[in-house]
């Protein structure tokens, strides 16, 4: 089996991106960003995307591919969906560089099962100790919530819960989902305690760069 490597970095453009991944199977417009709130007080964390390796979307219902958000609105951040990678990119709509990832583990249970491919992340979590240096572990595809928070602590903030369902009159068989906030991370968490997906945020722009949008509202 013949493996290819590719990294796509925070801060990347559309055209290195397409160069180093190809075209997405969707690109997905968002009107805005319901989790931003969980970022505001988080410690930065660098990372960059292997698909091949994992090593580096709270999923949100705005981050599903759907046939009403294809035609771009004006200032809008959007996403290239890569299904088949298990990755979902956002990018800034006035840089059109990369701003944040999703990475989907494809958990059966998931309003979004079978959509994605999982993506086999592998990403390295720096845990301080009272009493000795910073530590650090690594948190896969396979983790469960409470090992998580055994390493990041429990998060300060309630979760958001996620109804997702194909329309305003129907019901999702699978239940809700919980996203909790760590380091500069949303973590989607299904009710059986395991991962549905991670999503990975840049750097805060300086305060001189903030958009409207990107406020608390």
């Known amino acids: 089996m013949r493996v290819f490597e590719r990294c796509v970095f925070f801060g990347d453009s559309c055209q290195d991106v397409l160069s180093t991944l190809g075209s997405p199977h969707k690109v997905f417009y968002k009107s805005e960003d319901k989790v931003r709130e969980f970022i505001q007080a988080q410690d930065f964390v660098q990372w960059c995307l292997s698909p091949i390796t994992g090593l580096v979307f709270c999923q949100m219902k705005i981050h599903s591919p759907s046939p009403h958000k294809q035609v771009p609105s004006k200032c809008n951040d959007y996403f290239f969906n890569y299904f088949t990678l298990g990755v979902d990119i956002l990018f800034d709509a006035n840089t059109h560089k990369v701003k944040k990832f999703v990475l989907h583990t494809n958990y059966p249970g998931h309003y979004n099962f079978n959509i994605y491919h999982r993506c086999e992340f592998k990403i390295p979590l720096v845990i301080k100790r009272d009493s000795a240096d910073s530590q650090t572990e690594t948190c896969t595809t396979y983790s469960k919530w409470d090992s998580i928070q055994d390493l990041l602590g429990h998060p300060v903030e309630k979760p958001v819960v996620l109804h997702r369902s194909s329309s305003p009159n129907n019901t999702n068989p699978f239940g809700s989902t919980f996203c909790f906030g760590l380091q ?29 949008s990107d406020l608390p509202q």
């Open 184 to 212: 500069r991370m949303i973590f989607e968490v299904m009710q059986n305690n395991h991962i549905a997906s991670v999503t990975l945020y840049g750097p805060t722009r300086p305060s001189s760069q903030l958009r409207t």
